[in-house]
């Protein structure tokens, strides 16, 4: 309903004022329990009540052909265990998506933090007197350890590092791609406890002549075994420095891992895409030969060019060579305001936001409020390592009413700047254009 | 001109001190309410209720736990989404729901597969 609050009722004949209710300033004092007349009560409005004339507005169910014009992906928000209300993606498995109000800090909640599988048969249950991680294959004494093993024998370190899947963002592609619709919200910021996966290894012994290192989980899919359908297995490469960096975690955060994010140890790859960040870890295999497994060899793999960028041609030609996905480029994120409200003309306001890189530390933050034609730095927040979240904010006092086109772009440490321009590949993976967010500003006088 | 925010508390503040001299105890629920009342101007609109909603989700329980060696979730709830009508849905709905759940058919976006795509053999 909408009327001048200046008048005592709403306009005459409108539907809306046929079915309100008007309490007049006398019967409203009488409700009150107060005699009229008692206090001046100058201009008291009318209350009302009234009935709906619309149903309230919800998002489409899908977004496209165009890109997915919404922050987040467009599915229902949903209730899990130990996990605070999410936005699906999949049911079976289970894919979450963390909404954007949970990016205005460095460190991403445990309960909020983004969930994804890739097989149907996920842990719901871990009995720790059974639970063993082997580290086994090519190595001189293959380990059986516990959790209790894990705490204890060994020492924990510990590392703040992003988890960003491989298809953060999949849904601004361009034409569209098959593969989890997500919007920007499949990432997560955690401090992660544990052992250093060298340790591990040294306390083994990798053989001479191993080239590989291979996870293995505890979920299992329906398909025959040997098949992608029914393990999720990844490797890295023995003479990767990331080995050294990388830490069998058993907790994030300060305190143990949800069950939907790898209870009760997950591996971190700092600086990596999350596909490497196996959960709910189970074994560690040293391997005399390259891992040939369909999640090395056929999946989770970009096209060998500058910015894993391709085209729709050169794919149907066949010339596209691709390489295992690997390193995060550098990402920032406007996380507010978020085109909810409308701000009012001179009122200050901080526009806050995070930004990263797979490529070491963040050393600049600039803003645009001119859709990209001019830039201002940002001011840094806390800065908690080269694989952390760092926080950005910019005060800003809009001055005229007017629409907005906010844009935010990152550098890091070895010079890596975000580009405008869009990525395409057929897996849709690596989308690191820089992000815009409309803020609208109205009148205030 | 008005003064800044904090004078401006301070004089409401100032108001509300001083009505317990001047009216009674009873009325003064009630001033902090007239007191707001005689300040609002504006072109507004309230009481916009919709008979529909958004939906609702019914809070996860912690679940049994037990102090052993078993940690255990409640089961994951699953959100099954109502396929269009059509010729062949029994046939999606069951080989499609074998290995994963059909929300990986609705979550898709109109697109045609991109060049080099293996297609589906399901």
């Known amino acids: ?445 | 001109m008005w003064a800044s925010q904090n004078e401006s508390h301070g004089t409401q503040r100032k108001l509300l001190d001083e009505l317990p001299g001047r009216i009674s105890w009873p009325l003064a629920g009630v001033a902090p309410l007239c007191l707001a009342a005689t300040t609002l101007r504006g072109d507004l609109q309230r009481s916009d209720y919709s008979q529909s909603n958004l939906g609702n989700l019914k809070q996860p329980t912690p679940g049994n736990l037990q102090a052993g060696a078993i940690y255990s979730v409640t089961a994951y709830p699953l959100y099954p989404p109502q396929l269009e009508p059509g010729q062949g849905r029994e046939l999606v709905e069951a080989y499609c729901n074998t290995c994963h759940g059909v929300r990986y058919i609705t979550m898709q976006p109109p697109f045609r597969p991109p060049p080099g795509m293996p297609k589906s053999k399901k």
């Not at chain 1, 507010?336 to 003309?345: F, N, R, Y």
């Open chain 1, 1 to 445: 309903m909408r009327f001048n609050s200046r008048e005592l009722s709403p306009p005459q004949g409108s539907e809306i004022a046929k079915r309100s209710i008007n309490l007049s300033r006398r019967s409203l004092l009488r409700l009150l329990g107060v005699g009229s007349g008692t206090i001046a009560l100058g201009h008291l409005l009318p209350a009302q009540a009234g009935f709906a004339r619309q149903a309230a507005p919800h998002l489409p169910d899908f977004s496209g052909p165009a890109a997915n014009p919404y922050w987040n992906s467009v599915g229902p928000i949903v209730s899990y265990p130990q996990k605070v209300p999410l936005v699906l993606l999949t049911d079976r498995p289970v894919q979450l998506e963390t909404p954007r109000n949970f990016f205005l800090t460095s460190f991403t909640p445990n309960d909020a933090f983004y969930v994804r599988w890739h097989l149907d048969e996920i842990p719901t249950e871990v009995n720790l007197e059974q639970w063993r991680l082997r580290i086994e294959g090519n190595v001189e004494h293959p380990l059986s350890l516990s959790l209790s093993d894990l705490l204890t024998r060994f020492t924990s370190a510990s590392l703040p590092a992003v988890n960003q899947c491989s298809g953060n963002s999949r849904s601004r592609f361009q034409s569209r791609v098959p593969g989890g619709q997500w919007g920007n919200g499949a990432m997560g910021n955690a401090m992660w406890t544990g052992v250093k996966l060298s340790d591990l290894l040294q306390a083994a012994g990798v053989k001479p002549g191993s080239v590989q290192v291979q996870f293995v989980a505890l979920d299992r899919g329906k398909g025959p075994q040997g098949m992608a359908s029914h393990e999720f297995l990844k490797s890295l490469d023995l003479s990767n420095p990331v080995i050294e960096e990388s830490l069998v975690a058993f907790a994030m955060n300060g305190e143990q891992l949800p069950m939907l994010n790898g209870f009760p140890a997950r591996l971190v790859v700092p600086g990596y895409f999350a596909t490497y960040w196996v959960k709910s870890l189970s074994a560690i295999r040293v391997l005399a030969k390259p891992d040939e497994n369909f999640w090395m060899k056929t999946a989770y793999r970009i096209p060998d060019t500058p910015r894993g960028n391709t085209t729709p041609d050169d794919v149907k030609a066949g010339q596209v060579k691709t390489i295992p996905i690997h390193r995060m480029p550098v990402r920032s994120f406007l996380i507010a305001p978020d085109g909810t409200g409308k701000i009012p003309a001179q009122m200050p306001v901080t526009v806050r936001g995070i930004a990263f890189s797979g490529y070491g530390r963040i050393v600049k933050v600039e803003v645009s409020d001119d859709n990209a034609k001019s830039w201002r730095d940002a001011k840094l927040g806390e800065n908690y390592g080269p694989y952390s979240f760092c926080t950005w904010e910019s005060p800003w006092v809009p001055k005229n009413a007017g629409r907005y086109q906010w844009a935010v772009r990152a550098t890091d440490e070895k010079g890596n700047v975000q580009p405008d321009e869009a990525v395409w590949n057929p897996r849709g993976y690596v989308w690191n254009k820089i992000e815009r967010q409309e803020i609208v500003v109205g009148i205030a006088k």
